[in-house]
């Protein structure tokens, strides 16, 4: 008791100090907390911020977007939960707000939402749809569809200011490796720099490598380059290599997505708030953070894509009569962040000892060049405003 | 007021404090959880025969073209889904019996495969697929697609394909093929 006695100054001053440290940390860090519950006739998802709440909301087919506007970071507090209604929960984060996507486990559903005062919260309870919703939904749709394709025909007349070249690998990753210790980085760096100088002298545009040296570049920070320095296009070059001893020829890839209905909504909506495009890689990639962007910004430049990797096979099948193995598309992780028509070069295969010979020359490797130029040229030409 | 209570509400408000410290902390503390992307396996009621088998079609390569070549394999039936997909995994990685070739390094094992509820196979092997992966674009495409279509052709419940490698989510084989998203397959790929 004595001892209590003469703490008791003691005590109190922690005490203090310890509610002064609880409000200022509730102060500087702003929260927001989630929750969701299931009733007999619907799901209900509490959103409850420790700021004012400002939002806007969209329905899509088996998701719902809930933009809330606020240029701090935040944290976010989502108790587990089970529900009939709700699949999960996904951020995407824009320059001055970020987009909750919920995702629901059922397809058409409907909504309704409220606002509580005191604390504030945006109440949504999710139920299963009647016919109505449902014809809402598809007008929504076609809405979305023609902003899709209003977009793409935009994107497809710029002018082409800033090229980025993308050597393949690099550093402490090589790359595939030929029979004769030849190194992809190595030729994917030779044939870049060699485009570079040729597209420079020719061309009245800035060319822009990811790397130039014998480096480790991460495959999202190769995305972020382009994206940073604007770049109107993007040619990622490697050279390729197959369990089948005869495989041989160039290829030319562009990145396939899948097809779901939900990707292509997401994207028109992401496309009609361009804010969230031009938030770049990097900054605060919290681990938890959906950055759905990123994986999506290479969806909105398909078809250009498709039409450069047409245009640049084109002329590698003519000019190193490589047998045409065409253009293909495959989810290649350093195409999916870039914001611009994107493709990937498979220039031949190293793993086939003949051409893997040939990759190491000069003048294979100027035959590359001089093809790849022809057919930046081309495709300049036919599907870009000069 | 005398000071055995004025000590007791001293300790009631300190106790009071602490609880919400803790409180706030950890809620500001608490991130976001993703929602569990592996639930347990499918239970299946076991109304199948002891004995009994199945032929499931697996995916090689072939020098003659670029495409994927069906190869049939008799496994035991009188399991559940996931172990029969275990099973064709395996198989798919001990490689061809008609000469076809197989897109694996030889040394690949099969770590453990799942199955979710939404159709989400994630398949897990050993740290060999990738150190010793030939590394090219072709040679990944054809890694993985073998794995995505042996496993989406044979069993319903599997719509899509997750590969993990050492039980870890990995961004690519060898640089080139996106495995942070799980595959549909591609039948395109497919020799008719
Ligand atoms: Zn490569």
Known sequence: ?386 | MDRKRVAILGILFVVLVVLVIVFFKSGLKEKIIPAAPISPPEVEPLRLQPGQTRIVILFFLSENDTLLHPEEREIPADTSVVHQAKQTIQELIKGSRRGFISPFPPETKLRELYVTDEGVAYVDFSKDIVEKHLSGSSAEISTIFSVVNSLAYNFNSIEKVFILIEGRERETLGGHINLSRPFLPLYDLIAQ
């Open chain 1, 1 to 386: 008791m004595v001892n209590l006695k003469k703490r008791i100054p003691f005590i109190t001053g922690a005490v203090l100090f310890l509610l002064l440290s609880v409000v200022s940390v509730s102060q500087i860090q702003p929260f927001l907390k989630l929750t969701t519950r299931d009733y007999e006739e619907f799901s209900r998802v509490t959103i409850q911020p420790s700021f004012p709440l400002s939002f806007e909301i969209e329905k899509g087919s088996s998701f719902l977007l809930v933009k809330i506007s606020i240029d701090i970071p935040f944290r976010i507090q989502k108790d587990p939960f089970d529900s009939r209604i709700i699949r999960s929960y996904g951020w995407t984060k824009g320059r001055d707000y970020y987009i909750l996507t919920i995702k629901t486990k059922i397809r058409d559903f409907s909504y309704d939402y409220f606002v509580l005062d005191d604390p504030t919260q945006l109440v949504i309870d999710f139920s299963e749809a009647d016919d109505e919703s449902r014809r809402g939904d598809r007008e929504d749709q076609s809405l979305l569809d023609s902003a899709l394709s209003r977009e793409s025909d935009q994107s497809s007349t710029q002018e082409i200011q800033t090229i980025v070249i993308d050597p393949g690998h690099g550093g402490m990753e090589p790359g595939a490796q030929g029979k004769y210790g030849t190194l992809e980085k190595d030729i994917a760096l030779a044939i870049g720099l060699k485009f570079k100088a040729v597209i420079e002298k020719n061309l009245p545009v800035r060319v822009v490598m990811t790397r130039d040296t014998d480096e480790s570049v991460s495959l999202e920070n190769r995305a972020a380059i382009a994206n940073f320095e604007k770049a109107d296009l993007f040619i990622s070059i490697h050279a390729n290599s197959s369990y089948r001893k005869d495989a041989r020829g160039s290829e030319s890839f562009f990145l396939s997505r899948e097809a779901s209905d939900d990707e292509a909504r997401m994207l028109a909506y992401l496309e009609n708030n361009p804010a969230v495009v031009e938030k770049g890689i990097g900054g605060d990639s919290e681990d938890e953070i959906t950055m759905i962007l990123w994986d999506m910004a290479q969806s909105a430049y398909l078809k250009e894509s498709s039409l450069l990797a047409e245009t640049l096979q084109e002329e590698l099948n003519f000019l190193l009569k490589t047998r045409n193995r065409g253009i293909k598309q495959a989810p290649f992780r350093v195409l999916t962040g870039v914001a611009c028509p994107a493709v990937l070069v498979e220039v031949a295969f190293i793993s086939n000892p003949d051409e893997e010979r040939k990759l190491q020359t000069e003048w294979f490797q100027n035959n590359v060049v001089e093809a790849l130029y022809r057919g930046l040229e081309n495709y300049i030409n036919s599907y870009t405003r000069q």
